[in-house]
């Protein structure tokens, strides 16, 4: 079982940047592939970032590329979401999610374990 927890989020102004943090509880992160997905209220959870489990490739959604990027420090167990450049739209929360295949993937299905997500909030 491997427990994903985030933290880094909160308000900021349009403009500004966050770095999430998401910690996994297992060994076994090193050798997994690592996503970041988002839900704003009333729409569906979709893809933001994934990495694999080198951290040697890396993938972004359109709407945030050259803004976010993702990267892991297996030694420590840790993936983070460097956000800048953020707007109102970013405005959701975001979670943090594993999967046993070492390799990236954008389908949220193919993730076999969530974070309980942290909120982010991106004024005008």
């Known amino acids: 079982q491997v427990q994903l927890v985030e933290s880094g989020g909160g308000l900021v102004q349009a403009g500004g940047s966050l770095r999430l943090s998401c910690a996994a509880s297992e060994r076994t992160f090193s050798s997994s592939a690592m996503g970041w997905f988002r839900q704003a209220p009333g729409k569906e959870r979709e893809f933001v970032a994934t990495?694999?489990?080198?951290?040697?490739?890396?993938s972004v959604a359109g709407v945030v590329k050259g803004r976010f990027t993702i990267s892991r420090d297996n030694a420590k167990n840790m993936v983070y979401l460097e956000m800048n450049s953020l707007k109102p739209e970013d405005t959701a929360v975001y979670y943090c999610?594993?999967?046993?295949?070492?390799?990236?993937?954008?389908?949220?299905?193919?993730?076999?374990?969530w974070g309980q997500g942290t909120q982010v909030t991106v004024s005008s």
């Open positions: 990495i694999n489990w080198s951290g040697r490739s890396t």
């Open positions: 999610a594993a999967q046993g295949s070492g390799y990236e993937s954008s389908i949220p299905q193919s993730y076999n374990y």
